[in-house]
């Protein structure tokens, strides 16, 4: 039986996008203390000379490093939950364990290619058959060529 996945396809989450607001505000301060720390590193280099400015360069180097570290904290977070096409199939044709017998795997966010080889446990048994996609419906056939049924809610 072919199953319509058009909704778990809907329900994926689409591309990060980052919060232009927080990342802005990072940018401008972060531009600014790097210009001043800057300022400041040629200043004593004019009155000291380039070896006493080891401190200044070495503050430069502690601002970037601050910086990448307040640009990562507003890029990285949680990715929303969401089932990946191994565990919606698992799930929908109560079989364990599928794998995708091609180079990459099974993809998790989108269909696999329509006849891609894959195997599967059924009950205490290996099964390897094929995953067919025509459109956005999707169906387990066994080695034995019948189509798997869908597991009863």
């Not at 990342?23 to 070896?51: N, Q, Y």
Request: net charge negative; hydrophobic share 40%; with cysteine.
């Amino acid at each position: 039986m072919m199953v319509d996945y058009s909704d778990w396809l809907n329900s994926l989450p689409g591309e990060f996008h980052l919060n232009t607001g927080w990342f802005l505000v990072i940018a401008i301060v972060s531009v600014s203390v790097m210009f001043l720390i800057l300022a400041r590193c040629r200043d004593l280099t004019d009155s000291l000379g380039w070896e006493k400015c080891q401190a200044c360069i070495t503050s430069l180097i502690i601002a970037a490093w601050a910086i990448g570290l307040l640009w990562l904290s507003t890029t990285t977070g949680t990715e929303p939950q969401y089932l990946t096409f191994t565990e919606k199939t698992e799930r929908t044709f109560n079989v364990s364990h599928l794998r995708c017998e091609n180079i990459g795997g099974c993809p998790s966010k989108k269909l696999p290619e329509d006849r891609t080889e894959a195997t599967w446990l059924q009950g205490n048994r290996y099964v390897k058959g094929w995953i067919l996609v025509d459109g956005n419906k999707v169906g387990l056939v066994g080695s034995n060529g019948i189509l798997l049924t869908v597991k009863e809610s």
